[in-house]
């Protein structure tokens, strides 16, 4: 089912089912999508299945799990401590200001294919943990259900994990049912149809964003190893057959180099891009990619010019990777080309503004504005609202 129109009916008519018949569509749909039946356990998982899941962990796996959870936690608790949580100032009695407040709950999609991504559970739960999120969902497809990815449940602290995954889940998260609570907020990455429903369930939930395929663009000097390049590309494409990576730069030798190292099958979703420095940065603004990579010596230049990007690797010794899994900010960034107005997810994503103002009887002047202007709108009481308080 490629069509857009018929993508959005298919998901809409989902949807729909699921806000009629609560649980019992959600388990229909998990028996024909996944070949489940939980009609009789139902699709929440309990806390002995997890705990299960947890003793069946290899002692190293839990420290590796571990060692990415302190990294991205303390990164989004600094970043949480850098934001000004109210300020407010007066002027002639008048005093207006700005405060945030956490969502109150979230709801983490966490995706199932090819791969499990217990990473993409750290990712998504440790930005709301560090916002003040009070509730935290996490849902997550059957075929992902597994242990390592329940083990990073459990440390995140997240309480109510559900086994179900795709159209399902957005429509349970945004409109409940009787084992699932609704939410106020989606977050996470998933496939065509979890960003259709996450885009028609939009208003009445809120959302992170509308993921596309994973995309990097790799800007590369003549000095850059090229088995470097060649494995960052292929790490690139690995994610999905729809993962594009772009590779810029202006060394016809280093290229050359690179190409031969590549198996046939990367060029497919590798484009090649002949140019300047100053070129490739003006081609990374354009392409507004989810990661791009500096593999270039004097990458501190080109940072200056970047504008649009959801994530910057800067160096010949940073690979995507270290951000997919455990140098600290979150991997669930925009894509694309949504970086020229997006950001990836990060403790502000779970942040509410709301704007502060009280006046004063020394008002005066301000209150009679304030009515001049209603009454030239035909507003009456909005006027009458103003002038009773001179």
Known sequence: MNNIKQISSYVSRIIEDIKKNGDRAVLKYLKKFDDIDLSEKGYEVCQKVIDDAVDQVPKLLKNVIRSSYLNVLSYHRYEYSQIKKMWKYEKNGLKVGQFYTPVESVGIYVPGGRFTYPSTVIMTAIPAIAAGVKRIVMVTPPKNMSCAVLFTAKLCGIREVYCVGGIMAVAALAYGTKTLKKVNMIVGPGNAYVNEAKRQVFGHVGIDSLAGPSEVAIVADEAVPADYVVADVMAQIEHDPMAKAYLLCKSESKISEIKKLLPKKAFKQLKIEFCSLN??????????????????????????????????????????????????????????GSAKFSSGVSVMTFLKRSTYVEMSKKNKKAYKTIASFAESEGMQYHKKSSEVRI
């Open 279 to 336: 070129e490739a940065v003006e081609r990374v603004n354009d392409i507004a990619p989810e990661h791009l990579e500096l593999l270039v010596k004097d990458y501190k230049t080109l940072l200056k010019s970047i504008r649009n990007v959801g994530a910057v690797f800067a160096g010949y010794q940073t690979p995507t990777a270290s951000g997919d899994y455990w140098a600290g900010p979150s991997h669930v960034l925009p894509t694309s």
